[in-house]
């Protein structure tokens, strides 16, 4: 039986490098078709699991961000890709949102007990509204990758790349356990262990891409950032609805 489980562990080893592989090919084709670009700065590698302990001590450390952000979405299913861009921000306990200003309107806001996701732009008079899980991040990257990262994924990567002329580490991560995706790209500035891009693959093929600059660490942030107050005319939708 020793013998079966060791050739299973293999396997599975062997298995999940593959999906590593394949999740950066992937995802260096989808920046391709969203207009991304990654420049190496040199071969030489580092070790991705110290780089993403490192980041995990520097976001313990945090009890607030925000940053300035262009997100890049591309729909498989439709080879489309959507940008946009705005400021984020985030706080502990379990508090973020993202504002956007292009298109206008547009909110994310989590505020500590659910996920308000509001697309203006498309559906104005819809707001999807959504129980907060404990155990995910969510749209808060940064607590999704960086809380306990080391239990949670398979970590390879390390190779140093140019994002918007800070040289970072790329770190591949592939979950250990199933999540709503099926694996991500971080780069992580090692000057400073922040992340300064992000690149999430869902089981479809779509890809969230988000990049990060003007990050202010430790900011006065609103109260009222974290709340989202539905507009008159709006439907809340989901699994709470309007209940209060």
Same mark, same amino acid.
């Given at each position: 039986?020793?013998?079966?489980?060791?050739?299973?562990?293999?396997?599975?080893?062997?298995?999940?490098?593959?999906?590593?592989?394949?999740?950066?090919?992937?995802?260096?084709?989808?920046?391709?078709?969203?207009?991304?670009?990654?420049?190496?700065?040199?071969?030489?590698?580092?070790?991705?699991?110290?780089?993403?302990?490192?980041?995990?001590?520097?976001?313990?450390?945090?009890?607030?961000?925000?940053?300035?952000?262009?997100?890049?979405l591309y729909t498989a299913v439709l080879d489309r890709s959507r940008t946009s861009a705005?400021?984020?921000?985030?706080?502990?306990?379990?508090?973020?949102?993202?504002?956007?200003?292009?298109?206008?309107?547009?909110?994310?806001?989590?505020?500590?007990?659910?996920?308000?996701?509001?697309?203006?732009?498309?559906?104005?008079?819809?707001?999807?509204?959504?129980?907060l899980d404990p155990a995910s991040g969510g749209f808060d990257f940064y607590r999704e990758?960086?809380?306990?990262? *080391?239990?949670?994924?398979?970590?390879?990567?390390?190779?140093?790349? %140019? &994002?918007?002329?800070? #040289? =970072? /580490?790329?770190?591949?991560?592939?979950?250990?356990?199933?999540?709503?995706?099926?694996?991500?790209?971080v780069w992580i500035d090692p000057a400073t262990d922040l992340i300064r891009r992000i690149?999430?693959?869902?089981?479809?093929?779509?890809?969230?891409?988000?990049?990060?600059?003007?990050?202010? *660490?430790?900011?006065?942030?609103?109260?009222?950032?974290?709340?989202? %107050? &539905?507009?008159?005319? #709006? =439907? /809340?939708?989901?699994?709470?609805?309007?209940?209060?």
């Amino acid at each position: 039986m020793t013998g079966v489980a060791t050739g299973v562990t293999q396997e599975r080893q062997v298995c999940r490098g593959r999906i590593s592989s394949m999740l950066a090919r992937r995802l260096f084709l989808a920046f391709a078709a969203c207009g991304l670009a990654v420049v190496p700065a040199t071969a030489q590698a580092v070790d991705p699991s110290a780089v993403v302990a490192e980041a995990a001590e520097r976001y313990a450390e945090l009890s607030s961000l925000c940053a300035d952000f262009e997100q890049d979405l591309y729909t498989a299913v439709l080879d489309r890709s959507r940008t946009s861009a705005g400021r984020l921000c985030q706080a502990t306990p379990n508090l973020f949102a993202m504002e956007f200003s292009d298109p206008h309107g547009d909110r994310i806001v989590v505020d500590g007990a659910d996920a308000w996701v509001w697309y203006r732009s498309i559906n104005p008079e819809t707001v999807l509204r959504v129980p907060l899980d404990p155990a995910s991040g969510g749209f808060d990257f940064y607590r999704e990758f960086l809380h306990e990262p *080391l239990s949670k994924y398979r970590i390879a990567g390390g190779s140093t790349e %140019e &994002v918007d002329d800070v #040289v =970072t /580490v790329r770190v591949d991560l592939v979950p250990l356990e199933p999540r709503e995706y099926v694996g991500a790209l971080v780069w992580i500035d090692p000057a400073t262990d922040l992340i300064r891009r992000i690149a999430i693959e869902d089981a479809n093929g779509s890809v969230r891409t988000v990049t990060l600059t003007n990050i202010e *660490l430790e900011p006065a942030i609103a109260p009222q950032t974290f709340v989202f %107050e &539905v507009p008159a005319g #709006v =439907t /809340v939708t989901g699994p709470r609805g309007g209940e209060r």
